[in-house]
């Protein structure tokens, strides 16, 4: 199906499917049977462009409790109203969750008015995150990816896939944004990589390497793929301020490769 094309509604026989353990889901409606008791053996969920209210999702995902690989790629006008759940709920649904995958708007739609002393339970079995479009520019979506982070003790990798920018200039209201926050608590026992692509080097991106790099005693890598548009005198600016953070780990490299803007 194109772009332009209309979102499907899924026939109720879908719903009736009990022994789906893998299911893709792209451009539809899902508008859940009152009487749908879930996919029992469901280990793995994809939506992508699903048109679904929040409470749906929720009521979808608490009705598979096996779900461990769950990637939800949704914009604005997927979401059909706002509610009051959050991330607390999202994750209640998800107890099994290893590999996520989001887009910035759906991690942005949960974190929406949370409170994250609210948010206290690990996420104890996410090994695996990846956040696309995301901007190092708005503070409200590094806090909800921040957030996630903190909240998830065994992760191994976090990949974020970031927004192409014209420009390394930050908005000066996200300039001191890392240094108004308290990452004494964070611990990432278990994080070996970190990925970041269209890498800049403004100051948010290299505050959240530096949190990365100080607070992860395992960590084995951490790649930066810079944007098309950064200079050659840039990236070395950049590898220069990144020798001088500090490293919990004693092996973590630093490797830099170069991406095109779409």
Do not use: W
């Given at each position: ?39 029992g053996?469901l280990?793995?969920?994809c ?16 009705c ?26 999202l994750f ?63 992760i ?31 611990s ?5 990589e ?35 548009q ?17 490293r ?7 490797t ?7």
């Amino acid at each position: 199906m194109g772009l332009g094309s209309p979102h499907h509604k899924l026939p109720s026989s879908f719903f009736s499917f009990q022994n789906l353990t893998h299911l893709k889901l792209l451009k539809c409606a899902i508008h859940p049977l009152a009487s749908f008791s879930g996919f029992g053996r469901l280990t793995s969920l994809c939506f992508y462009d699903v048109v679904i209210t929040k409470s749906a999702l929720l009521r979808f995902l608490s009705c598979c409790p096996k779900i461990k690989n769950f990637t939800l790629i949704e914009n604005s006008s997927c979401f059909t109203e706002s509610g009051c759940s959050d991330f607390v709920d999202l994750f209640q649904c998800l107890p099994l969750i290893e590999h996520l995958e989001m887009i910035s708007y759906s991690i942005k739609f949960f974190a929406l008015g949370v409170i994250p002393q609210k948010f206290t339970n690990a996420i104890v079995h996410l090994n695996f995150l990846c956040i696309s479009e995301l901007s190092f520019k708005k503070e409200d979506e590094l806090c909800a990816v921040l957030l996630l982070v903190s909240r998830s003790p065994n992760i191994e990798k976090i990949k974020l896939e970031t927004c192409s920018y014209s420009t390394r200039k930050v908005m000066s209201h996200t300039k001191d944004f890392f240094d108004l926050l308290g990452y004494s608590r964070i611990s990432l026992e278990h994080l070996r990589e970190l990925e970041i692509t269209h890498f800049t080097g403004m100051k948010p991106e290299m505050d959240f390497v530096k949190v990365i790099l100080a607070k992860s005693p395992m960590l084995e890598k951490v790649r930066l793929v810079f944007a098309e548009q950064i200079n050659i005198t840039d990236r070395l600016e950049t590898l220069e301020g990144l020798l001088e953070f500090p490293r919990a780990s004693s092996i973590a490299k630093v490797t830099f490769g170069r991406s095109r803007m779409c």
